[in-house]
């Protein structure tokens, strides 16, 4: 186990976790942070994993056998940062019904205590948020481009305690489309604020310094980085600078307009949205590629 040798500065009032299904960068990140608060993976992060590389080079790696290779690496990861926050997606692909979402969810949750399972926010994903939440799991609900997704989350674990529930905005995603994705972190915090959500908002795929900087300034309860992220941060610009004097370039991307949505039954949000359908899709390949013959 790494023991930790810098205290979290008290500016840093999001918790930090790292976002890889690589132990090693796990390692790497509590060396040069001197701290870290969990990690999340995915299928396609855990896909970039070299030993996981080298068993699907090697050809031995069938659908069962990746599964149990995926264990292996939470539980490393578990064992780096113990008291940790440590989340693991099901496999989901636009074919996966509710019953396989919740199936695969309980099995998932069994690997160690404290472990959020990722489900996609969509209607099948909600719908299995909602019977796993009921059983005690936590839930951490990924893919999220929405507003609507984010108020659909909300309402579809009413009931779970604080802390039991996070939703993943994904900035860097809707960047690439031409939309300031950090108005929709904004939007979603201040909403949740607004109803007393039990949700935790965790910001994900961050691609600068301006989107870490940006997730904490707006109130995201937690933000998920790279490693190359973590060296950037500590390289250049260093752990003692408050994320409240960094110089911000003028956005000239879209802004997101927040709306003042109504807390209703969570199946009469709208919750599609196609970044939504492509991240299902490449989070399905990247797994499925692991595999094949």
Same mark, same amino acid.
């Given at each position: 186990?790494?023991?930790?040798?810098?205290?979290?500065?008290?500016?840093?009032?999001?918790?930090?976790?790292?976002?890889? @299904?690589?132990?090693?960068?796990?390692?790497?990140? *509590? @060396?040069?942070?001197?701290?870290?608060?969990?990690?999340?993976?995915?299928?396609?992060?855990?896909?970039?994993?070299?030993?996981?590389?080298?068993?699907?080079?090697?050809?031995?790696?069938?659908?069962?056998?990746? %599964?149990?290779?995926?264990?292996?690496?939470?539980?490393?990861? /578990?064992?780096?940062?113990?008291?940790?926050?440590?989340?693991?997606?099901?496999?989901?692909?636009?074919?996966?019904?509710?019953?396989?979402?919740?199936?695969?969810?309980?099995?998932?949750?069994?690997?160690?205590?404290?472990?959020?399972?990722?489900?996609?926010?969509? /209607?099948?994903?909600?719908?299995?948020?909602?019977? *796993? =939440?009921?059983?005690?799991?936590?839930?951490?609900?990924? *893919?999220?481009?929405?507003?609507?997704?984010?108020?659909?989350?909300?309402?579809?674990?009413? &009931?779970?305690?604080? @802390?039991?529930?996070?939703?993943?905005?994904?900035? &860097?995603?809707?960047?690439?489309?031409?939309?300031?994705?950090?108005?929709?972190?904004?939007?979603?915090?201040?909403?949740?604020?607004?109803?007393?959500?039990?949700?935790? =908002?965790?910001?994900?795929?961050?691609?600068?310094?301006? /989107?870490?900087?940006?997730?904490?300034?707006? @109130?995201?309860?937690?933000?998920?980085?790279?490693?190359?992220?973590?060296?950037?941060?500590? $390289?250049?610009? &260093?752990?003692?600078?408050?994320?409240?004097?960094?110089?911000?370039?003028?956005?000239?991307?879209?802004?997101?307009?927040?709306?003042?949505?109504?807390?209703?039954?969570?199946?009469?949000?709208? =919750?599609? /949205?196609?970044?939504?359908? $492509?991240?299902?899709?490449?989070?399905?390949?990247? %797994?499925?590629?692991?595999?094949?013959?």
């Amino acid at each position: 186990m790494l023991q930790c040798h810098y205290m979290k500065p008290v500016f840093i009032t999001s918790k930090i976790f790292l976002d890889s @299904g690589d132990p090693n960068e796990t390692r790497h990140a *509590l @060396g040069t942070l001197g701290f870290l608060d969990g990690q999340t993976t995915n299928p396609s992060l855990v896909a970039k994993n070299p030993h996981i590389m080298e068993l699907k080079n090697s050809g031995i790696l069938t659908e069962q056998t990746i %599964w149990e290779k995926y264990h292996d690496v939470a539980n490393e990861i /578990h064992n780096s940062i113990p008291n940790g926050s440590i989340s693991a997606e099901v496999y989901a692909d636009a074919m996966t019904s509710i019953d396989d979402m919740v199936t695969k969810g309980r099995e998932l949750a069994n690997w160690f205590p404290g472990i959020f399972v990722k489900l996609p926010t969509t /209607h099948h994903g909600l719908a299995a948020a909602q019977v *796993l =939440v009921s059983e005690g799991i936590n839930v951490n609900m990924t *893919l999220c481009f929405s507003q609507e997704q984010a108020a659909a989350v909300h309402m579809a674990t009413m &009931g779970a305690k604080h @802390g039991q529930v996070y939703v993943s905005p994904f900035i &860097g995603r809707l960047d690439d489309i031409g939309f300031h994705g950090l108005d929709l972190i904004k939007n979603i915090v201040l909403m949740y604020q607004l109803w007393d959500s039990h949700v935790m =908002v965790l910001s994900a795929s961050i691609r600068s310094l301006e /989107h870490l900087f940006g997730s904490i300034i707006a @109130g995201s309860d937690i933000v998920t980085i790279p490693v190359g992220i973590v060296d950037d941060w500590v $390289k250049n610009y &260093g752990l003692n600078k408050d994320p409240r004097d960094f110089s911000f370039a003028i956005s000239e991307k879209t802004p997101i307009v927040f709306r003042e949505l109504i807390q209703q039954d969570w199946q009469l949000y709208d =919750v599609h /949205h196609q970044l939504t359908d $492509k991240g299902i899709e490449k989070f399905a390949s990247d %797994w499925k590629a692991l595999f094949a013959k």
